[in-house]
T-cell receptor, first 116, second 117 residues
């Protein structure tokens, strides 16, 4: 069975400093992995996705994530935080079902706070 | 291009009442789904549909009903509201995955905030 663990429920950084949001997953097959962002009172928006191509994935707004199979991790990073990055971030794993189709599993989210 | 549109944005119900949350998408996506979001629990799948006339249960289907008569619309019905159904509900459609490219992208509506008293 697949699962996703976001290791920090809250992360606080100063504006201009690096961001690291951690995600570990378990999956029986070669999964697709995603990071979504949710700003207050909004729906989720795709930041980036990994689908078995390059292990370093670049997304929108300067975010990137590295797929490390040996560590079963897909951590999200950004070199320099901006106030507008304050939001909740969700790591998502997608596995193929034996009968066809995909199953998506969401992590419980990491709330990113950016301080001046 | 409106994407995924949900109505209403806010709703207050009394226990036992029924209501329908509407969801429409204009991207011609076959796959549509409903999630509920509760603090500390991420998003949990309620029901999904892989095309018009086809629906299936997700993780937490009890107390909810869906239908899919057209590609565009995927309403979620609460049959007899309970306080445990107080939540934020998101409708999402999914683009088709590319060959060898894994799962497509989910497109979310802005959510419907439901309170059941």
């Amino acid at each position: 069975a697949q699962s996703v663990t976001q290791l920090d429920s809250h992360v606080s950084v100063s504006e201009g400093t690096p961001v690291l949001l951690r995600c570990n997953y378990s999956s029986s097959y070669s999964p697709s992995l995603f990071w979504y962002v949710q700003h207050p009172n909004k729906g989720l928006q795709l930041l980036l996705k990994y689908t078995s191509a390059a292990t370093l994935v670049k997304g929108i707004n300067g975010f990137e994530a590295e797929f490390k199979k040996s560590e079963t991790s897909f951590h999200l990073t950004k070199p320099s935080a901006h106030m507008s990055d304050a939001a909740e971030y969700f790591c998502v794993v997608s596995d193929q079902l034996t009968g066809g189709g995909n199953k998506l599993t969401f992590g419980t989210g990491t709330q990113l706070k950016v301080e001046l | 291009n409106a994407g995924v549109t949900q109505t209403p944005k806010f709703q207050v119900l009394k226990t036992g009442q029924s209501m329908t949350l509407q969801c429409a998408q204009d991207m011609n996506h076959e796959y549509m789904s409903w999630y509920r979001q509760d603090p500390g629990m991420g998003l949990r799948l309620i029901h999904y549909s892989v095309g018009a006339g086809i629906t299936d249960q997700g993780e937490v289907p009890n107390g909810y009903n869906v239908s899919r008569s057209t590609t565009e619309d995927f309403p979620l019905r609460l049959l007899s509201a309970a306080p445990s159904q107080t939540s934020v509900y998101f409708c999402a459609s999914r683009s088709p995955g590319l060959a060898g490219g894994g799962t497509g992208e989910l497109f979310f509506g802005e959510g419907s905030r439901l309170t059941v008293l």
